[in-house]
């Protein structure tokens, strides 16, 4: 019984108990992943990252999956060179037609062309570089081989350049052509160096070289050759047949065209095929393993940026919380009110006087806590300017941190990262709803104190004693009243934390430290905020601490296949 094609391509590729659709599928799964990996931060290195993972997609893309997924596909001869090496005459003269533009066109945008037998246009229906070709049916394409005439690797367009490159990715083999005037430049070689590192097949063509040079040439070729570790490789060469327009003649390309039909047999084509698919996918190896290096140098940067991020904060949190306890909320608006409503016959004067009682009707209470209204209004006012001051200092400081010369690599990335745009308006929101939410809170601050004043650990008479004081604290500012002379207090307004301590005794003075150091922590954490809402930008999942473990896992897999 007959085995069906490309058996033999999947046994030389795969150890024997192996089916060809485990190895296909691993592969899908590490094209997936490696498409999915980004390199958020510009960290040293980062750029050839990007462009290894392009290539290495390509690579899956173009060639591994496609080739897995067919292995008995004709085998793809991609012919590639730099500009007027005559790809495209090469070609045309092979198939004996103009199926691709050559001549004036060269540096134009074109579509590659990829020329095949008829017969062979099923198997290739699906592979994906027929998205980026033009198809051209030709019977004097041998079957079981397609060739693809590539743009030149280094056209003066990016595009044509870019394209070259990734249809060098979907090769089976690499017909290169060059010329006796440019096969020494460095271009070419740093591509192929890249195809042997890739495991691809190569073999090369010497165009327009005249008879008095050749041995010169030709010995200085296979040199470099042997040098770059491409001993093995098939070198063909064409002469120098000069000025002229069209094909060359049949003769002067037969023996190129004799090895195409032989490598088009069914055994030299699978032979090829198997060749450079283990030569890829041992290539995969070290390719993903170092890709799996550039994503972990982006997590252990995004781990140092954190700690940075951390440090840069501590200064403006610990002079933030200085700041409310040095009572600079006071400052201003807040202490002018005390003072108006304290002294020239204001509503508190007889309670801070020296010698003032502790007295009035509840009808005096809520009096007095009404002139104290404006009070925790300009106190509240002054609390959110000091916190939005905090954080507006935390973001500059931040800014001017992140992309200092002295700060982790990556820096510059998170502060560009980081929106300005609406920082200031987020932050007075913030604030805002900060300070009100401490000053709701001095109600709660007085109610324990009420609660402390009237059950001290004392005697019972002390308990009496200390019952009637609340109670007469309570009737002279009312709670309310009482709430804003400890939001007062907290703040730093002196005479307002003396005149609660008169009032409620150490309670009182409790009350205004449980108010301060509340304030204290509201504006460390908005110096907080600032901190977490530029780190927003290390929250990338390409950015998490076992971020290249996927990357491992599935090479781990593909090594246990191959």
């Given at each position: 019984?007959?085995?069906p094609?490309?058996?033999?391509?999947?046994?030389?590729?795969?150890?024997?108990p192996?089916?060809?659709?485990?190895?296909?599928?691993?592969?899908?799964?590490?094209?997936?992943?490696v498409?999915?990996?980004?390199?958020?931060?510009?960290?040293p290195?980062?750029?050839?990252?990007?462009?290894?993972?392009?290539?290495l997609?390509?690579?899956?893309?173009?060639?591994?999956?496609p080739?897995?997924?067919?292995?008995?596909?004709?085998?793809?001869?991609?012919?590639?060179?730099?500009?007027?090496?005559?790809?495209?005459?090469?070609?045309n003269?092979?198939?004996?037609?103009?199926?691709?533009?050559?001549?004036?066109?060269r540096?134009?945008?074109?579509?590659?062309?990829?020329?095949?037998?008829?017969?062979?246009?099923?198997?290739?229906?699906?592979?994906?570089?027929?998205?980026?070709?033009?198809?051209?049916?030709n019977?004097?394409?041998?079957?079981?081989?397609?060739?693809?005439?590539?743009?030149?690797?280094?056209?003066?367009?990016?595009?044509?350049?870019?394209s070259?490159?990734q249809?060098?990715?979907?090769?089976?083999?690499?017909?290169?052509?060059?010329?006796?005037?440019?096969?020494?430049?460095?271009?070419?070689?740093?591509?192929?160096?890249?195809?042997?590192?890739?495991?691809?097949?190569?073999?090369?063509?010497?165009?327009?070289?005249?008879?008095?040079?050749?041995?010169?040439?030709?010995?200085?070729?296979?040199?470099?050759?042997?040098?770059?570790?491409?001993?093995?490789?098939?070198?063909?060469?064409?002469?120098?047949?000069?000025?002229?327009e069209?094909?060359?003649?049949?003769?002067?390309?037969?023996?190129?065209?004799?090895w195409?039909?032989?490598?088009?047999?069914?055994d030299?084509?699978r032979?090829?095929?198997?060749?450079?698919?283990?030569?890829?996918?041992?290539?995969?190896?070290?390719?993903?393993?170092?890709?799996a290096?550039?994503?972990?140098?982006?997590a252990?940067?995004?781990?140092a940026?954190?700690?940075?991020?951390?440090?840069?904060?501590?200064?403006?949190?610990?002079?933030?919380r200085?700041?409310?306890?040095?009572g600079?909320?006071?400052?201003?608006?807040?202490?002018?009110?005390?003072?108006?409503?304290?002294?020239?016959?204001?509503?508190?004067?007889?309670?801070?006087?020296?010698?003032?009682r502790?007295?009035?009707?509840?009808?005096?209470?809520?009096?007095?806590?009404?002139a104290l209204?404006?009070?925790?209004?300009?106190?509240t006012?002054?609390?959110?300017?000091?916190?939005?001051?905090?954080?507006?200092?935390?973001?500059?400081?931040?800014?001017?941190?992140?992309?200092?010369?002295?700060?982790?690599?990556?820096?510059?990335?998170i502060?560009a990262?980081?929106?300005?745009?609406?920082?200031?308006e987020?932050?007075?929101?913030?604030?805002e709803l900060?300070?009100?939410q401490?000053?709701?809170?001095?109600?709660?601050?007085?109610?324990?104190?009420?609660?402390?004043?009237?059950?001290?650990?004392?005697?019972a008479?002390?308990?009496?004693?200390a019952?009637r004081?609340?109670?007469?604290?309570?009737?002279?500012?009312?709670?309310?009243?009482?709430?804003?002379?400890a939001?007062?207090?907290?703040?730093?307004?002196?005479?307002?934390?003396?005149?609660?301590?008169?009032?409620?005794?150490?309670?009182g003075?409790?009350?205004?430290?449980?108010?301060?150091?509340?304030?204290?922590?509201?504006?460390?954490?908005?110096?907080?905020?600032?901190?977490?809402?530029?780190?927003?930008?290390?929250?990338?999942?390409?950015?998490?601490?076992?971020a290249?473990s996927?990357?491992?896992?599935?090479?781990?897999?593909?090594?246990?296949l191959?």
């Open positions: 019984m007959t085995a094609a490309g058996t033999e391509i999947a046994e030389a590729v795969l150890p024997r192996l089916a060809a659709p485990s190895l296909l599928d691993a592969v899908r799964d590490l094209r997936r992943d498409e999915r990996t980004g390199f958020p931060l510009e960290i290195g980062v750029d050839a990252a990007r462009a290894s993972r392009r290539r997609v390509d690579q899956l893309g173009e060639h591994l999956v080739r897995l997924e067919e292995l008995s596909a004709p085998a793809i001869v991609v012919v590639a060179g730099s500009t007027g090496a005559g790809k495209s005459t090469l070609v003269s092979l198939l004996g037609d103009e199926v691709t533009a050559a001549g004036v066109l540096p134009t945008t074109r579509r590659p062309v990829l020329a095949h037998h008829p017969a062979d246009a099923d198997l290739l229906s699906r592979h994906p570089v027929l998205e980026t070709v033009e198809v051209v049916a019977e004097q394409v041998p079957r079981g081989i397609a060739l693809l005439d590539a743009p030149d690797l280094d056209s003066v367009l990016e595009s044509n350049r870019d070259a490159h249809l060098l990715e979907a090769a089976d083999l690499w017909l290169f052509v060059t010329t006796a005037a440019r096969y020494g430049d460095a271009l070419p070689w740093q591509v192929l160096e890249g195809a042997v590192a890739r495991g691809a097949s190569i073999a090369m063509v010497l165009n327009r070289v005249s008879p008095a040079s050749l041995p010169t040439v030709r010995g200085d070729l296979l040199d470099r050759l042997r040098r770059h570790g491409l001993e093995g490789a098939p070198l063909f060469v064409v002469p120098d047949v000069g000025p002229h069209g094909p060359l003649s049949a003769p002067v390309v037969a023996p190129i065209m004799r195409l039909t032989m490598l088009a047999g069914p030299r084509a032979t090829v095929i198997a060749r450079t698919l283990r030569g890829s996918l041992a290539a995969l190896r070290p390719w993903v393993d170092e890709l290096d550039a994503v972990q140098a982006q252990d940067a995004a781990e940026l954190a700690v940075e991020l951390d440090m840069a904060v501590q200064g403006p949190e610990e002079r933030a200085a700041s409310v306890h040095g600079a909320v006071a400052d201003g608006a807040a202490r002018a009110r005390w003072t108006e409503v304290t002294v020239g016959g204001a509503p508190l004067e007889r309670l801070v006087r020296p010698s003032g502790v007295s009035g009707s509840r009808r005096t209470g809520r009096a007095r806590s009404e209204v404006p009070l925790t209004r300009d106190l006012r002054s609390a959110a300017a000091n916190l939005a001051a905090a954080g507006a200092q935390a973001e500059r400081i931040i800014r001017t941190h992140l992309p200092h010369a002295g700060a982790p690599a990556g820096g510059p990335t502060e990262a980081w929106p300005a745009e609406g920082r200031v987020a932050r007075a929101a913030s604030a900060s300070a009100a401490w000053a709701a809170g001095s109600a709660d601050a007085i109610r324990v104190a009420l609660a402390t004043a009237v059950t001290p650990a004392s005697a008479r002390s308990d009496a004693r019952a004081r609340a109670q007469r604290a309570v009737r002279a500012l009312g709670e309310d009243g009482l709430a804003a002379v939001l007062a207090g907290a703040a730093g307004v002196e005479p307002a934390r003396a005149l609660l301590v008169d009032l409620l005794g150490e309670p003075s409790r009350a205004c430290d449980t108010l301060r150091d509340d304030l204290a922590d509201r504006a460390a954490a908005q110096v907080a905020q600032e901190g977490w809402s530029a780190a927003q930008g290390l929250a990338d999942p390409d950015l998490a601490a076992d290249s996927l990357l491992r896992l599935r090479l781990a897999v593909l090594k246990g191959t």
